[in-house]
Every structure is written in structure tokens, then in C-alpha cells.
């Protein structure tokens, strides 16, 4: 018996081993890449570099991710779904007015907090590296729900794309440095969804 190994006894005495905790979880590297996707950005984001933060070696990450695209994927789902819970929690005052403008504020403030993540959702990539559509369909809920309301529903997509496309032309120039010309850059986003919004009250 000296000889036996733990496993062994185990079977021996009819009970079965403890299986061995895995190493990491989809959560855990999730949570990685968004930690590395901020850091360094989405060229950052390889099943190499995850591996190292997560403590495991490259080939035991592929029992859990397929390959690059999967894990932008599962990245880009994490970002548009906390961006969802952001848009959802801001549309509530009742009025569309004010809530399409809280939701473009809360749209800014989501890229302002998670740059990197922003231009993900946004980037051209191919369909796999991207967010899954029911995420495009959950995030858009609140914005359109808010533009039937205030544009009528028979204009309610038009409005709503004119919303996010205003919203994220602003957004893109403001994370670039595009606006050099001095003056409040608040002030001016402001004065732009306000104006917007009137625009498009039917």
C-alpha cells in the first residue's frame, strides 16, 4: 500500500477523487481583458497576454476561448452590457425629451470611463470579433424607445440613429483631441442634444 498514490486509495476505499478547481474562468478573463484592453488597448488584447494575467499557459486558455475573435467577443459582450445597464438606469425621468438626453450623456460618460472599450464596440471588426446583436438590439431599446415617444413611431429609428450617430461623432472627436478651437466642450455637447432633441420633436 506504501506505494499507492492518493487517487488510488481513493478508488480503493470507493470514494472519488476531488476534481482539481479549474485554473480560471470565462469571468476571469473577461474581466481581464477589460483591465488589459484599457492598458494597452485592443492590439493588447491577445490570448498570450490574458494567459499571462490570468496565471495559466496559452494552450489551457483555448479550453475556454477558441481563439482572438472569440475573446474580443466575449469582451465586447461584457462592454455593451454594462453600457446597456447604463443607458437603461439613465431613461427614466418620463419625459423623451429629457431621457434622450440623459442617455446621450450617460452614452459619453460610459466613453469618457472606458475609452478602449468604447472603440471596441465601434471598431471594424470582423462579425465573430464582435459584440453579439442581441447586445445591439438591448443596447438600442432605451434610445428608441425614447425617439417613438418624442419623434412619433413612425419616425422613431430615424431619430434614434440620428441621436447615437450625433452623439458618437461627438464622442469620437472628443476622445481624439479633435477639438482645439478652446471654449467648454460640456457646454458644447449640451447645446448639441439639446438642439438635437428639439429638432427631432414631432
Same mark, same amino acid.
Given at each position: 500500500m506504501a506505494n499507492v498514490n492518493s487517487q488510488q486509495a481513493h478508488k480503493i476505499e470507493g470514494v472519488q477523487p476531488v476534481p482539481t478547481p479549474a485554473r480560471t474562468s470565462v469571468d476571469a478573463i473577461v474581466a481581464s481583458g477589460r483591465e488589459i484592453l484599457e492598458a494597452e488597448g485592443i492590439e493588447g488584447l491577445t490570448m498570450q497576454r490574458i494567459a499571462s494575467a490570468v496565471g495559466v499557459r496559452a494552450p489551457s486558455l483555448y479550453? #475556454?476561448?477558441?481563439? #482572438?475573435? /472569440?475573446?474580443?467577443?466575449?469582451?465586447?459582450? %461584457? +462592454?455593451? $452590457?454594462?453600457? &446597456? +445597464?447604463?443607458? /437603461?438606469? +439613465? +431613461? &427614466? &425621468?418620463g419625459d423623451p425629451r429629457s431621457d434622450l438626453i440623459a442617455l446621450a450623456r450617460a452614452f459619453r460618460t460610459f466613453a469618457q470611463s472606458y475609452p478602449a472599450a468604447y472603440g471596441l464596440l465601434f471598431a471594424p471588426l470582423p462579425d465573430e470579433a464582435r459584440a453579439d446583436p442581441d447586445w445591439s438590439v438591448r443596447a438600442s431599446e432605451a434610445v428608441l424607445r425614447a425617439s417613438a415617444r418624442l419623434a412619433g413611431e413612425a419616425d422613431a429609428l430615424e431619430a434614434a440613429r440620428t441621436v447615437t450617430a450625433w452623439a458618437n461623432g461627438f464622442i469620437a472627436m472628443e476622445l481624439a483631441g479633435a477639438f482645439r478651437l478652446g471654449g467648454d466642450v460640456d457646454r458644447a455637447f %449640451?447645446? $448639441?442634444? /439639446?438642439?438635437? &432633441?428639439?429638432?427631432i420633436s414631432a
Open positions: 479550453k #475556454r476561448v477558441r481563439n #482572438r475573435n /472569440d475573446l474580443l467577443r466575449l469582451v465586447a459582450n %461584457d +462592454a455593451a $452590457g454594462e453600457l &446597456t +445597464a447604463r443607458l /437603461d438606469a +439613465a +431613461a &427614466t &425621468t %449640451d447645446y $448639441g442634444i /439639446d438642439h438635437l &432633441t428639439r429638432a
